[in-house]
């Protein structure tokens, strides 16, 4: 009986509840519609880039243009047009040079809207208290840990990067990709498609033949990043594609964690991001890369929304190193994201943490890859579903350990939460041991918040949905202990948020 | 893009196109390049009494029961089967209309069968073995159905031997009635150059329970595909598989749990060995569909690797869209493990033997949910056996 009650319940209570669908009003400038060989050529123009830049994307453009669009995934959308898009989108006010004070008011006030300060000498809340004295170090420099450097994406192009002149101090590069592109051609030629090259999948080609900005990362060797590295990606044109791109790389012994968050207006039409993001870690480097994706999940009917197809590779190149994937996903319309590790160096280890929300028509199809092919190299994988309202969602996972991969070692576990009877929750692993000496170990399980969970909560004074996000919270625990601490606080009332009208 | 592949001499003697590692069920398992050879169907292979008479002593089972259905080289063998008491219909039944490149090959190489029928409860078992005898490569078919009537058990033994080059293909039908009970144990001991494809397609009325244990051994390339559909609330199966493998052998199980009805229970268990450049597969899927709360579906798959080359692939996949269920899966895959192994030698236990005994305790679990005791016995006497020959080498 009480099983019918909530789903009643769930019924009377409005599912679409996005805080992040303002619209900026500003003038772009637009690349012409569709895509082509001179759109290509146009975005290359428009960054400055060198020519070896534009033939690697006119290579990818290519390639891409005989790739099929992957049909696999347990995600439902119309065929989307690729021609009837923009490929680039950059605010006018964007031509002139870069510096915070000559920035647009109207672009500071999106991002102040967002809750993202782009002033240096904010930080972000909850973090440190106004009036809290500062730590010193041996040398006497304020240590600077709770800060974090933001690059700010808006459409097509970086807005800013900021404490850039305090991480050049310890040599960390941090800048747009098209910075990067100019000031540094030689890391980024080096790196570039080395983890997810131009014909990796459909996506990735697209992507690599039109990405317009994104961050750049290189920590020398022996380097500690001395904060949190952070890029806000946030969607406003019309009829515009996003195509970021990333790319960090951890030289030995260095250590960097990095956070990605996104928002978008809310609009009636589709938009599409599809962003590649590659990670190289050499000898004894780790990489922490984690996301809060919370980009417009379309109204309750599924009306609009973002198309979330997202290439994700993080390569640990060198011995013992690490690379570590944390995300939390409660936005878009369809997820198509698998974020993976090329476990290459010996005794390295790869780690994924996932929290995937989906609430009213949202479809998910995530998961990720760890492949082994280092000796002692070791992963965990901690995935978390929550499906409500009328949504799916899929966790798709591959572990698999090559030949050589001796002693491999791999701990699985991806729990299913459903919330209400009009959602699905789907198990796609594959698991792939080649090597007496791996050990792969995978548990799964689906569950619902029991009658009596629920119960307890209330009898306590907590209303149904302070219960439900009490119980989810708990549910996810395990994940959110990872996050950074910028993000913990922050998410735990994300997911309350994304759950609301969901009460189960 | 898929573009249209030329013929193999294969799929021209078949006359249809095989299963590829494109098409996302076979990834692991690529019919289209490993069944290249023809297999012409229907080759007239004249069998020696003895052979055929020594091949039905080597069943496991050969001394368990007198009632016996014998099909040679693809029909019926009425000479040495023994239909005492048995209600059946002899031909092909008709056929479900599965959409399942196993179920069109068999269609293709027009195979034989019969429809069995318990409407009473039978305590002894029936046992249903295929035999094919050395002779030209070519391709073999059946076509089984079992209905077990209302409130009615039946314990059911298919035997697959074999000697030679040769394709086999089963379909067997099976349904389970309201409250009735069927055990049905397969046994799949072909040559070890033989190619052996089947399709289980299996529906549940309410209340009826399914227990199934098969143990594949046999075989140089083997693919089992399993559908079984709960029809009726309250309807319980357990799935238990073994895999004992060397050479070369490879072993693909898929099994789909449809859970169409509230209330109803499934198990999965798989024990998977694996020496040599041995290859095992287990694809499992549970399917929860909309009201079919309170479903309680559990899978679990677990392989042992004896040999550095050995390999074992795993997809156990839950797909569910009701939300009060519990379901549940489990898969490992690891050699030995060291500390019991140890544990055993330090109470003076030879290296040998201990593994044997570990092997045959982890591959063990996989039958005791056999409940007619000889039945067991027998196929944990199989698997000693098979492990006293894995020492010998």
Redesign the interface.
């Given at each position: 009986m009480a099983d019918q009650d909530t789903i009643d319940l769930v019924k009377t209570i409005e599912v679409d509840k996005y805080k992040y669908g303002f619209e900026t009003d500003i003038e772009s400038d637009y690349a012409p519609k569709g895509l082509n060989e001179d759109i290509v050529r146009f975005i290359s123009a428009k960054k400055n880039e060198p020519a070896w830049m534009l033939e690697w994307r006119l290579e990818a453009y290519r390639v891409w243009l005989e790739m099929a669009e992957p049909t696999w995934a347990k995600v439902h959308y119309p065929k989307i047009d690729f021609q009837d898009l923009y490929y680039y989108a950059a605010p006018k006010s964007m031509a002139a040079p870069k510096s915070l004070d000559e920035i647009d008011p109207k672009l500071l006030e999106t991002y102040a809207k967002l809750g993202i300060p782009l002033k240096e000498q904010e930080i972000l809340a909850g973090v440190r208290k106004q009036g809290e004295p500062s730590r010193l170090d041996d040398e006497g420099n304020e240590i600077i840990a709770g800060r974090v450097a933001i690059d700010a994406v808006f459409d097509s192009v970086s807005v800013v990067t900021t404490f850039k002149a305090e991480l050049a101090k310890a040599g960390v590069i941090f800048c747009s990709i098209s910075e990067a592109l100019r000031e540094h051609p030689e890391l980024v030629k080096q790196y570039l498609g080395s983890v997810v090259p131009q014909n990796d999948n459909f996506y990735a080609g697209l992507n690599s033949a039109v990405f317009s900005d994104g961050s750049f990362v290189y920590v020398p060797p022996g380097v500690r990043c001395p904060m949190e590295l952070s890029t806000y990606f946030r969607m406003n044109a019309k009829n515009t594609g996003q195509f970021e791109r990333t790319l960090i790389i951890a030289d030995k012994g260095a250590y960097v964690s990095y956070l990605e968050g996104c928002t978008a207006p809310t609009r009636e039409e589709s938009q599409l991001h599809a962003a590649v993001v590659e990670l190289i870690a050499h000898e004894d480097a780790e990489i922490k890369y984690s996301t809060v994706q919370n980009w417009y999940p379309g109204d309750a009917e599924g009306k609009g929304g973002v198309y979330n197809f997202v290439t994700k590779r993080g390569d640990c190149r060198g011995a013992r190193s690490k690379i570590s994937w944390t995300q939390v996903e409660t936005g878009s319309a369809i997820t198509w994201k698998y974020p993976s590790v090329i476990l290459r160096g010996e005794s390295s280890r790869g780690e994924f943490y996932s929290i995937a929300i989906s609430n009213g028509r949202q479809q998910v199809d995530s998961g990720t890859k760890m492949i082994h092919l280092g000796k002692n190299s070791s992963s965990r994988i901690i995935s978390k579903g929550i499906a409500a309202g009328r949504s799916d969602n899929t966790y798709r996972g591959l572990v698999s350990a090559h030949r050589k991969a001796t002693n491999a070692r791999n701990f699985t576990q991806c729990d299913s939460l459903l919330i209400g009877d009009q959602c699905g929750a789907h198990t796609v692993p594959y698991i792939e041991s080649k090597t007496s000496t791996a050990q792969f170990e995978h548990e799964a399980t689906t569950s619902k918040i029991s009658d009596d969970q629920m119960f307890y909560c209330m009898s306590r004074g907590l209303s149904q949905e302070e219960a439900v996000a009490l119980i989810v919270n708990g549910f996810v625990r395990d994940v959110l202990q990872q996050l950074p601490m910028e993000f913990m606080a922050e998410t735990q009332k994300l997911i309350g948020i994304s759950l609301e009208g969901s009460v189960g | 893009?898929i573009q249209a592949l030329a013929k193999t001499p294969a799929e021209e003697a078949f006359g249809i196109s095989l299963p590829h590692r494109r098409m996302?069920e076979w990834r692991w398992t690529d019919l289209r390049r490993n069944l290249v050879k023809p297999y012409p169907p229907h080759q007239n292979v004249v069998a020696a009494n003895k052979d055929v008479e020594r091949l039905i002593a080597s069943s496991p089972f050969a001394k368990l029961t007198t009632h016996r259905i014998v099909f040679l080289n693809g029909s019926l063998d009425q000479a040495h089967s023994n239909f005492a008491g048995l209600t059946f219909e002899l031909g092909v039944p008709s056929s479900s209309a599965v959409d399942d490149p196993v179920i069109h090959l068999n269609s293709a190489i027009e195979p034989s069968g019969l429809t069995l029928r318990f409407d009473a409860s039978m305590d002894v078992p029936v046992e249903i073995i295929h035999i094919a005898t050395q002779g030209a490569a070519r391709a073999m078919a059946l076509r089984n159905r079992i209905e077990v009537g209302e409130g009615a058990s039946a314990t059911i033994i298919e035997t697959f031997v074999g000697e030679g080059d040769y394709v086999v293909n089963a379909v067997t039908e099976i349904h389970v009635g309201a409250g009735a009970r069927l055990d049905r144990v397969k046994v799949e001991l072909e040559s070890h150059d033989a190619t052996h494809l089947s399709y289980i397609d299996c529906t549940l009325a309410k209340d009826a329970k399914l227990n199934e244990l098969t143990l594949t051994s046999g075989s140089a390339l083997n693919r089992q595909n399993g559908n079984y559909l709960f029809a009726g609330e309250n309807a319980n199966a357990l799935i238990a598989g073994a895999y004992l493998l060397n050479g070369k052998q490879h072993a693909d199980t898929r099994l789909v749990m449809d859970h169409k009805v509230p209330h109803c229970t499934s198990r999965e268990m798989f024990k998977c060995v694996m020496d040599d450049n041995a290859r095992g597969i287990f694809q499992g899927k549970v399917i929860v569909r909309?009201h079919a709360?309170k479903t309680d579906g559990k899978q679990s798959s677990h392989?042992l690797?004896?040999?550095?080359?050995?390999?074992?692939?795993?997809?156990?996949?839950?797909?569910?869209?009701?939300?009060?269920?519990?379901?549940?899966?489990?898969?490992?895959?690891?050699?030995i493990n060291h500390d019991h192994l140890f544990y055993l030698q330090s109470r003076g236990i030879p290296e040998a033997e201990a593994k044997s005994l570990l092997i045959g305790a982890f591959v063990g679990e996989a039958f005791d949910g056999i409940v007619n005791d000889v039945m067991r016995e027998a196929m944990v006497a199989f698997a000693e056996n098979w492990l006293t020959q894995r020492k010998a080498k």
């Open positions: - | 893009m996302e909309k709360q392989a690797l004896l040999s550095e080359n050995a390999e074992f692939n795993a997809k156990p996949e839950l797909e569910i869209y009701a939300d009060d269920v519990v379901c549940g899966h489990g898969a490992t895959a690891g050699d």
